[in-house]
């Protein structure tokens, strides 16, 4: 591998926290404790190398780790800690190879952050780049299932040493199911592996750059409060956003079917917006932003809400009455809008029959966009 | 209803007497570092000026931020051991993980991990192991330490590792302090955690202060009930405070944003309270202060209190002005309560804002001639800045274009010229001592926080359910049944439950009752 990357410190765990936490856009669960328990990493003299994409060999195996369970259990129920190292070396002894780096599936939420925390432990490098842009709730929803990795073997691995391997798995919906069910009698919180991919599949599928952009966006907001700069103009300006609803939350509705935190909020216009009206359907993440009853924004695209005042991501938890929100839409990854993608994590994937899915546009013009990512 | 509402500062002890919504008297006395004398000070000059006799006097409303301010200055904290129920679950990161280094030192930083705590489903992690929390036990008694707080993971929904773990404890170290998470926090365990440990140090302190506002009544001859206010703007008896220190966290800024709604009529403003050395600046919405909506630290620490969305700077009355090549600075030093003895126009010679503001013939205190000498430009420049210091601050509480009305309260008010930033100002009548008024109009709380099945009733009739219990906590607490108000409704469905399980947070306040 070619070290062309650069090392984490700790002063970046802020940042790629806050980062990490907007580009859940409002799931993935809170980056906070997994930014901690990096912090603890890093001072006891672990080290953790980003290396861009293109570093990894065509022969090279590159892991896959996330946390999987449910949200609200990782804030009170932290980890052991080795959960996902334990699931990597499972699946390892299971496919007989060896990885040479990490990556993650998704940049959003909490799962941005367990690669690289399971790289530390491991003494290997992480990738920058992820399967997703963002956050989405099921294992399948990533470029690298998307585009026809093969799920078998994979492994889940509970805080008290059981580790279990799921040696042959005709299809990822059988993966999801079987993951699912006993991630919840390991409690609802566990650590997972998927088998190595080639270095050579991960340079074609992953979303480039990801672990970089959360980094730099998460400074852009640090930055703009320390300069008592408007936040959610500064997030539009460094992301290409672009600002769709300013509101106050009017009624947060949730409730549970299949697993997963099934919902929406509605909200009031606010200024600019006075006299609208916005609802955003919920499920985990954000799928589809309707301003007075029209999708404005739908799945793949990202939707995130913004506290109007601090520029906070607000991910779907902490939604409550009264909060005065700032709601943002990016466009997503092309890898992510194809029509084998769309079938996965279009609109109508998540029961939304209904509605098409129009693409956004940055607000970026294409010329400073490649120049940006030249 | 006669009340005495006292707000007990790091610079000033404030006293009103109230008889219903009338103000019958406020005063202003220096806060003394023993507490005591400054309290008993402030409640003798409060009766004198209302013309009543003690045990006129019916209930008494006590605001301090003494407890915030020990933890954020880190002292009269007490050694404590933090004893967390998880393993092999929480290893990775210990009790205190979060903490600055000052504080986590100042209380010794024993933290211990030991097996226990439930899954969200209630089965245990792993089974309690005694043992491992005698020897625990030994740890501590071996150390000296007389403050514990426990915290098992998922006691919110289930209780009982961490009341068996306290009763271990308390038998094998008699006469120590036990502090259990679960009756402070919610869902979130390393806030509640913290919070808890937070409460362990403070409970020491908390005693002694408790003792001096009790012998502080005493020797006024009061002899009506007494209450403490909490971060939320309601009250806890003198008992349940000497156990629960860490509930007045904040307690001050509420007060004051709430007596400035009560003294000005208005429900929705911004309010910009001055005091000798800091400024807060908070929303007023529906007469209640607008809270946090992300996680609000204490002294350095995160914790999962509902605070008041306040932002703090260094202005008041007492703030150095220096006039430097870079123009000129206005704070965050301050004279404090020094002000009396150490401002130019009381004979000394730092030159602070208020020496400023009385020269520009904006304040009357002190001796004018002892300023006459201060340069003109330099007066115009102070303004200027303490003026864009209170605009940047107020714009930065307002959430919209609206053109909201900003109710100025404080000893500091002086400072205030004119607009805020174009925005219309209030300064109500007892202006300076807002915050005691907000102390003496504190009401009573029930709070219920369970878990209900939706396959065997409704989202509604839970909500509705777990209101008509909240009611009655409010009502049992002191609170008048028919001015009870909800002011709280939260569900959160917890994952993968069976039967659709949701958690119901619903919390009602009222007025407190007297006869």
Redesign the interface.
């Known amino acids: 591998m070619s070290p062309r990357g650069y090392r984490l410190g700790e002063s970046d765990l802020l940042p790629l926290s806050l980062g990490a936490a907007l580009f859940g856009t409002g799931g993935g669960g809170n980056p906070y404790?997994g930014m901690?328990?990096l912090r603890?990493l890093l001072r006891k003299g672990a080290e953790v190398e980003v290396l861009p994409l293109e570093a990894v060999g065509d022969d090279d195996y590159v892991g896959s780790v996330g946390g999987i369970?449910?949200?609200?259990?990782g804030?009170?129920?932290?980890?052991?800690?080795q959960e996902c190292l334990r699931a990597l070396r499972g699946v390892e002894e299971a496919a007989g190879v060896r990885v040479s780096a990490l990556i993650s599936a998704e940049i959003g939420g909490s799962n941005s952050i367990e690669p690289v925390l399971t790289a530390a432990y491991a003494g290997l490098p992480v990738l920058d780049g992820d399967g997703m842009g963002r956050a989405f709730p099921e294992v399948q929803m990533s470029t690298f299932f998307i585009y026809g990795h093969d799920p078998s073997p994979s492994a889940i691995a509970d805080?008290?040493?059981n580790v279990v391997v799921f040696k042959t798995v005709v299809d990822m919906y059988w993966l999801e199911r079987f993951a699912r069910h006993i991630a919840?009698d390991m409690?609802?919180g566990a650590g997972f592996a998927t088998t190595p991919m080639l270095g050579s599949y991960v340079k074609k599928v992953a979303v480039p750059g990801t672990l970089t952009q959360a980094l730099e966006v998460g400074r852009t907001i640090l930055d703009a409060r320390a300069k008592?700069q408007n936040v959610v103009e500064r997030i539009l300006e460094k992301t290409g956003a672009t600002l769709f609803f300013t509101g106050k939350v009017a009624d947060v509705r949730?409730?549970?079917r299949g697993?997963f935190?099934m919902g929406g909020a509605r909200l009031k216009g606010?200024?600019g917006h006075a006299g609208s009206e916005a609802r955003i359907a919920i499920q985990n993440e954000n799928l589809v932003l309707f301003v007075d009853g029209e999708p404005a924004v739908v799945v793949p695209d990202l939707i995130m809400n913004l506290?109007?005042?601090?520029g906070?991501p607000?991910t779907t938890?902490?939604l409550?009455?009264?909060?005065?929100l700032a709601v943002i839409g990016i466009p997503a990854h092309d890898l992510m809008k194809t029509p084998a993608a769309l079938k996965v994590v279009g609109p109508k994937a998540f029961g939304y029959p209904d509605i098409e899915f129009v693409p956004l546009q940055s607000s970026i013009p294409p010329s400073r966009r490649r120049a940006r990512h030249a | 209803m006669i009340r005495i509402g006292v707000d007990v500062g790091g610079t000033n002890t404030d006293a009103v007497v109230m008889d219903g919504a009338k103000v019958l008297a406020g005063v202003k006395a220096v806060t003394t570092p023993d507490v005591m004398s400054g309290v008993v000070a402030a409640l003798k000059s409060v009766l004198a000026a209302s013309g009543l006799e003690p045990d006129a006097i019916d209930v008494v409303m006590i605001g301090t931020t003494h407890f915030t301010n020990a933890v954020v200055q880190r002292r009269d904290l007490a050694p404590t051991a933090a004893v967390r129920l998880?393993l092999?679950?929480?290893?990775?990161?210990p009790p205190m993980?979060?903490w600055p280094d000052d504080l986590k030192s100042a209380i010794g930083g024993h933290a211990f991990l030991a097996h226990g705590?439930h899954?969200?489903?209630g089965?245990e992690?792993?089974p309690l192991d005694e043992s491992e929390l005698l020897g625990i036990a030994a740890n501590i008694r071996a150390k000296g330490i007389r403050s514990v707080a426990i915290a098992s993971?998922?006691s919110p929904v289930n209780t009982e590792c961490e009341a068996k773990a306290g009763e271990i404890l308390a038998r094998a170290l008699p006469g120590v302090h036990i502090t259990l998470s679960s009756d402070i926090g919610r869902?979130?365990?390393?806030e509640r955690e913290n919070a808890a440990i937070m409460n362990a140090c403070l409970r020491d302190l908390a005693k002694l202060v408790v003792d001096a506002f009790r012998a502080a009544l005493d020797a006024c001859g009061v002899r009506g009930r007494f209450y403490l206010t909490q971060n939320d703007g309601t009250l806890m008896d003198a008992a349940y405070a000497e156990r629960f220190p860490v509930l007045t966290f904040a307690s001050g800024p509420t007060n004051s944003i709430r007596g400035a709604a009560f003294l000005s009529g208005v429900a929705e403003a911004i309010v910009v309270d001055i005091g000798g050395t800091t400024t807060d600046v908070g929303a007023l919405?529906k007469g209640f202060p607008?809270p946090a909506?992300?996680a609000v630290e204490v002294g350095g620490v995160r914790t999962n209190f509902r605070m008041p969305d306040v932002f703090s700077f260094g202005l008041g009355g007492g703030s150095l002005v220096v006039d430097g090549p870079g123009g000129v600075t206005v704070g965050p030093t301050s004279v404090g309560y020094k002000l009396i003895s150490e401002a130019l126009v009381f004979g000394g010679s730092t030159l602070t804002t208020t020496d400023v503001i009385v020269a520009a013939g904006q304040a009357f205190l002190g001796d004018h001639k002892k300023v006459a000498h201060l340069d003109a430009g330099l007066i115009a420049r102070t303004q200027a800045r303490i003026a864009d210091m209170l605009e940047?601050a107020v714009e930065?509480s307002r959430?919209?274009?609206e053109p909201l009305p900003v109710i100025v309260v404080g000893g500091g008010s002086i400072l205030v010229k004119g607009k805020i930033g174009g925005l219309e100002v209030i300064k109500p009548h007892h202006f300076a001592v807002a915050n005691a008024v907000g102390a003496a109009i504190a009401q009573v709380s029930g709070e219920i926080d369970r878990v209900y099945s939706?396959a065997a009733m409704s989202?509604t009739d839970a909500i509705h359910d777990a209101e008509e219990k909240a009611r009655a906590i409010a009502v049992a607490a002191g609170a008048r049944a028919d001015s009870i108000e909800v002011v709280d409704?939260?569900?959160?469905?917890?994952?993968?439950?069976p039967g659709?399980a949701?958690r119901v947070h619903v919390k009602v306040v009222g007025d407190l009752h007297v006869a």
């Open positions: 404790i901690l328990r603890e369970g449910a949200p609200v259990v804030i009170e129920k932290i980890k052991q800690g805080d008290k040493g919840v409690g609802a008592r949730r409730e549970l697993g935190a606010l200024g506290e109007l005042e601090t906070e607000i938890e902490m409550r009455y009264g909060q005065q | 998880g092999p679950a929480t290893a990775s990161l993980v979060d705590g899954e969200f489903d089965r992690i792993s993971v998922f869902i979130g365990l390393l919405h607008r909506t992300v940047t930065r959430l919209s274009a939706l989202r409704v939260e569900d959160v469905p917890l994952a993968y439950l659709n949701t």
